[in-house]
């Protein structure tokens, strides 16, 4: 499997350790998945020709894109294990159990398509916000406009849940 040098997909993957089915990305068609029960990413990927479909161990990923530039492509086989262009190879997590990796694709909208409503927004400054308002573990975004421009942020948790306040997140033009 190629995979782009930018590519970050562990970062979605769950450090919950009763949920190790979730630790790791896993090779589904022509995706590489991941998800940690509240995120998902599903990243097409170019499969080589002896690829499986399987969990790709996190550290096999991590490790691919700090190959030394000899190695232009970040590419990964899995065919049993996970193996790095330069012969490093990784165990496949969780091969031989009975853990499954969940059905992603149920909370993909029926044909691929999402509704259309696009708003480009700096997720650092809703961070702020969300600290500002207490609430790092979760906000609420309603749009105040058909088109997106004005977000308002109400936290879901911590001293200002409930409370009248208000928090607005102007959204990035987009070209």
């Not at 790791?24 to 991941?34: E, F, I, K, T």
């Not at 409503?117 to 702020?128: K, R």
């Not at 609420?140 to 879901?156: I, N, S, Y």
Request: contains cysteine; aromatic residues 6%; neutral net charge.
């Amino acid at each position: 499997m190629k995979l782009h040098k930018e590519l970050q997909v562990e970062r979605v993957c769950s450090n919950e350790k009763l949920r190790d089915n979730l630790a790791n990305p896993y090779l589904d068609g022509n995706y590489l998945v991941a998800t940690n029960g509240r995120a998902l990413v599903a990243v097409e990927v170019e499969r080589d020709e002896h690829d499986v479909d399987g969990w790709v161990a996190v550290e096999a990923v991590k490790a691919s894109r700090k190959m030394e530039k000899a190695f232009d492509e970040k590419r990964i086989t899995c065919n049993g294990a996970c193996t790095l262009v330069d012969g490093t190879s990784y165990r496949r997590p969780l091969d031989g159990t009975t853990s499954r990796f969940p059905n992603w694709k149920q909370v993909i909208p029926e044909g691929g398509s999402f509704p259309q409503a696009h708003v480009a927004f700096n997720p650092s400054m809703l961070l702020d916000l969300a600290k500002a308002l207490g609430s790092e573990e979760g906000v609420k975004l309603t749009f105040a406009t058909e088109d997106g421009r004005v977000m308002r942020v109400t936290p879901l948790f911590g001293p200002l849940k409930g409370q009248n306040v208000i928090a607005v997140l102007m959204s990035m033009r987009t070209a």
